[in-house]
DNA sequence: TTGTGTTTTATTGCCTCC
DNA sequence: GGAGGCAATAAAACACAA
């Protein structure tokens, strides 16, 4: 193969393990102290045995780790550039040139290559023309390569982001909906209780009235002649107008039953979820039932 | 071994910015 | 208009269960 030779970016790495030069080139390989032996050894990212910083970064380590990998120092048996540059290949190996002429396929980064980019990724998510240059140059990979790499680190950074993003308002809601919950039952508590008062209210008022109309029946019988032009010619037994507490108990029970009174504001004003069955349909303020305490 | 699902690398087309 | 970003997608590589 001629000199000054520019592999695409998708002849740089590997072929598949089916590969005869793939296998003839691993065959060659020499392990490094950290390279894992077996050749069939997949790390995933993200839980590789490498430490980028914790350990030495060996360039010359370029293909390491997978079997799908091609290290050019390892085919020319030197120890040049870890991220190599192709520009000075020279050997007229026919595998090579076969192997360089067939049909283009995706190679996986190796392990110390995506360490190297995600540690870049995390520094700065976006990539400037220079760092992308550097970038290439110290991986050996093709510019374009590590623009895409960033790409693609940006989608799922960004999926992820969402994921999390969803999580959270999942447990805002949760949390939402279970004092959405509790205050619906202490709704209906109070609702209970207010119906509770109502009627014990109404019973001790309509218990005041037979009392009161027993009394002026054997007290007080009409004397009063029937007047047709009256207004209360159709009923005979007057209420005692001079009675103020029978007064306050009247305008209890019609403030009890105005719909329109503060103490009862409509519930279906403020409720859209639960309208009122009963006729009882008013609630009331919390700090009310000091009064209703005191007034019963 | 094979079918299937997931991950990674790469392409395409559209959009925005300078 | 070219460069670069993003979304959608293709396709290879890989993992894993049956």
Not at 211 to 224: H, I, R
Request: net charge negative; with cysteine.
């Amino acid at each position: 193969m001629a000199g000054g030779r520019v592999v695409s970016c998708n002849n740089t790495n590997s072929v598949g393990g089916s590969n005869n030069l793939s296998v003839l080139l691993q065959s060659q390989r020499v392990p490094s102290s950290s390279e894992p032996m077996d050749p069939l050894f997949i790390p995933r990212p993200g839980s590789s045995p490498y430490s980028f910083f914790g350990i030495p970064f060996f360039p010359s380590l370029w293909g390491l780790g997978t079997r799908s990998m091609v290290s050019f120092e390892d085919v020319h048996g030197g120890n040049r550039s870890f991220f190599r540059s192709f520009d000075d290949e020279e050997n007229g190996d026919e595998d090579l040139d076969e192997y360089f002429h067939q049909p283009e396929k995706k190679r996986r980064l190796t392990v110390d290559q995506v360490q190297f980019l995600e540690k870049s990724f995390e520094v700065e998510n976006k990539l400037e023309p220079e760092r992308k240059t550097q970038l290439a140059k110290e991986l050996g990979l093709q510019p374009r390569q590590v623009a895409i790499w960033f790409q693609n680190r940006r989608a799922r950074w960004k999926t992820k982001q969402l994921e999390k993003d969803y999580d959270t308002l999942q447990a805002s809601f949760n949390t939402l909906k279970a004092d959405y919950g509790n205050l619906l039952k202490e709704k209906d508590k109070l609702k209970q209780e207010v119906l509770q008062l109502t009627d014990k209210l109404v019973m001790k008022e309509k218990n005041n009235s037979e009392l009161s109309d027993v009394n002026t029946v054997c007290q007080e019988p009409p004397q009063k002649p029937v007047d047709s032009d009256s207004p209360h010619s159709s009923y005979p037994f007057e209420p005692d107008q001079s009675d103020t507490s029978q007064d306050e108990e009247d305008n209890l029970s019609k403030a009890l039953f105005q719909p329109s009174s503060y103490i009862f504001p409509k519930l279906e004003d403020n409720d859209y979820s639960d309208p009122p069955a009963s006729s009882c349909s008013y609630g009331f303020h919390v700090e009310d039932h000091a009064f209703w305490s005191s007034a019963y």
